[in-house]
């Protein structure tokens, strides 16, 4: 028989979030980077799942940090020659599809995403021949490869209105990758989708029993989830939505206390938008694990204050570091012209 995992599991208060203090160090490092980013004429843009420091340093030094499609376009309207994109590699494709004339470079080239992993650009662009008669929508979480082969680009922030759009029009959808989001998206758009196979390795960790015992242990608390996440995770959410839109729930709920699923680097923003709230990382434990919330994805955590600055000394050729190719974007100019096909799609639509 399955022991139910008991709410005294979560007062312990790692479940809690607490801001990281930086230390002298990184103090020292963030003023070194400083130095770098105005010799460079570089910014940087970070992404809300980035840890701690990386969002500090972002803003310290008059960057911004936002979801994917924001640091894109806050790249692309930026005066700077060099976008330092500290995020995974989906994301600084996206800032070269849409700023060709600027160099690209990210902390390390090796942050990659699950659901760009799960969509192999050959096997799905087989997937789109064998269903000629649907229009193919894909999420921000892929290739530009991916991109390219696609009618649409959408974010976890507008995929439902697009969806929308085009089921209004009659269009069949196929789409990738991310199944979870897209059983939410046919669940509220009623649309006829084709669904691709795909998840995300921290919001699929999320656990029903978890979150409806944290509830029990905080009855008054309002439960966030992003809709990467499993139905049944997704069923008990008060407000379901981007990363953007939890946060700006967030602001707006009367609750004291947040039960937050999305990876736990939100919790930056999120805190800084609404300073009175607890928020609660909610649970990705079963029984006897040892870390009651693992959520925040391995790739992010490749972006650390000591790699931003090794790639502004690659970006120069300084201090003996490599280089610059080992920390560069390059997209090829006819895949980054089909790709930006579908994003240019998806920016006109945002705007109308």
């Not at 028989?1 to 490092?29: F, G, H, N, W």
């Not at 192999?120 to 649907?134: G, K, L, T, V």
């Not at 790639?311 to 089909?338: C, F, K, P, W, Y």
Request: include cysteine; charged fraction near 20%.
């Amino acid at each position: 028989m399955t022991k139910m995992i008991s709410a005294e599991l979560y007062k312990q208060p790692a479940t809690r979030y607490c801001p990281t203090r930086l230390v002298a160090d990184d103090e020292a490092q963030i003023e070194e980077i400083r130095r770098l980013l105005k010799a460079n004429n570089a910014v940087l843009v970070a992404h809300y799942y980035t840890d701690d420091a990386i969002q500090h340093l972002a803003e310290a030094t008059g960057g911004c940090v936002a979801d994917s499609l924001e640091m894109a376009r806050f790249g692309a309207q930026h005066s700077a020659d060099t976008l330092i994109v500290a995020g995974v590699r989906f994301m600084g494709e996206t800032a070269k599809i849409l700023s060709p004339e600027k160099r690209v470079l990210m902390p390390t080239l090796e942050a990659t995403c699950s659901l760009d992993i799960g969509c192999p650009a050959d096997e799905f662009s087989a997937f789109c021949d064998a269903h000629p008669d649907r229009t193919v929508v894909v999420y921000a979480n892929t290739s530009a490869a991916v991109k390219a082969r696609a009618d649409w680009v959408v974010t976890s922030s507008i995929a439902v209105d697009v969806i929308e759009h085009l089921h209004a029009k009659g269009e069949k959808i196929l789409w990738a990758p991310d199944k979870h989001l897209g059983a939410y998206i046919q669940q509220k758009t009623g649309a006829d989708m084709l669904l691709w196979d795909g998840a995300c390795i921290v919001h699929e960790e999320f656990k029903a029993r978890g979150i409806e015992d944290l509830k029990a242990l905080y009855p008054d608390a309002a439960v966030l989830v992003h809709p990467e996440s499993p139905a049944g995770v997704v069923e008990l959410a008060d407000v379901v939505g981007s990363t953007s839109q939890l946060i700006n729930a967030a602001t707006r709920l009367p609750n004291k206390r947040l039960i937050v699923a999305t990876d736990r680097g939100i919790f930056f923003k999120m805190q800084q938008a609404a300073p009175d709230k607890i928020l609660f990382a909610a649970p990705t434990a079963g029984d006897g694990a040892t870390c009651k919330s693992c959520a925040h994805c391995p790739w992010m955590a490749m972006n650390a204050l000591d790699n931003v600055a090794f790639a502004l000394r690659a970006g120069r050729g300084a201090n003996g570091a490599s280089d610059a190719s080992s920390h560069e974007i390059t997209v090829n100019e006819a895949l980054r012209q089909a790709a930006l096909k579908p994003l240019t799609r998806m920016l006109a639509f945002n705007a109308g």
